[in-house]
């Protein structure tokens, strides 16, 4: 396992309420990133951080937010939940040898939100 | 921009026969390709990785899957399928110019290995 976990894994909301999801790392890694996944897409990259308080836009983010005030943790917020961002949400960390970045990522279980 | 597509929805296939789930790919440099596995309520397994060397690449499961650098193309293949083969795979390239290893994702392609 990576050593990713997710919290919620599941939350049902309603329209118009703020949402955060987050993703916990014990490995360490300099880089995290948000995705979401939804049937015929694939996964598409929402944000994505390279460090503490340093993030940068993915290509669907539009309605989202994240932070990240410590290595481990990367918080993403949905500020006014809509029905077209329910969907299922997974946090990804970079693979890590003696020699840097493996190039593949490694994904965390998931967070699945219904908004109504 | 880097781009990657899955043309098929599904494959069905036998158990026991081969299996070949195709993935092309679009870069302005180099490419770097990626093979996940995704089963039912679980997040994406790594199975394999292309960055440079042979073009023939081997992974888990007894998964490969062959970089053709003419054609495009990243298609995965297992000799003999197994029925707990039976998954989501998921085709993905990341440009090796580009900043933060963003890995750009295909639609993704439903096996079903039948008994």
């Known amino acids: 396992d990576a050593g990713i976990t997710q919290s919620p894994r599941h939350k049902v909301t309603e329209t118009g309420t703020p949402v955060t999801l987050r993703c916990h790392q014990t490995e360490n890694h300099r880089y995290m990133y948000w995705y979401r996944q939804d049937p015929g897409h694939g996964l598409r990259l929402i944000h994505y951080?390279?460090?503490?308080?340093?993030?940068d836009k993915g290509e669907v983010s539009d309605g989202y937010s994240v932070s990240r005030s410590k290595t481990e943790d990367f918080l993403l917020t949905l500020e006014s939940a809509t029905s077209s961002q329910t969907s299922v949400y997974f946090c990804?960390?970079?693979?890590?040898?003696?020699?840097?970045?493996?190039?593949?990522?490694?994904f965390g279980e998931g967070s699945r939100l219904t908004v109504l | 921009a880097q781009s990657v597509a899955q043309p098929e929805d599904q494959v069905n296939v036998a158990e026991g026969n081969p299996l070949t789930v195709k993935c092309t790919y679009s870069?302005?440099?180099?490419?770097?390709l990626f093979w996940y596995v995704q089963y039912p309520n679980r997040g994406l397994q790594f199975l394999l990785k292309?960055?440079?060397?042979?073009?023939l690449v081997k992974g888990s499961y007894g998964f490969e899957a062959e970089f053709n650098k003419s054609q495009t193309s990243f298609h995965l293949k297992k000799p003999s399928a197994l029925v707990s083969d039976s998954a989501l795979y998921f085709c993905a390239v990341r440009d090796n110019w580009a900043a933060g290893n963003k890995l750009t994702f295909g639609g993704g392609t439903r096996v079903l290995v039948k008994p």
């Open positions: 990804a960390i970079n693979g890590q040898g003696e020699r840097g970045f493996t190039g593949e990522l490694f």
């Open positions: 292309y960055i440079t060397g042979d073009n």
């Open positions: 951080s390279y460090g503490v308080k340093d993030t």
């Open positions: 870069v302005s440099g180099n490419p770097y």
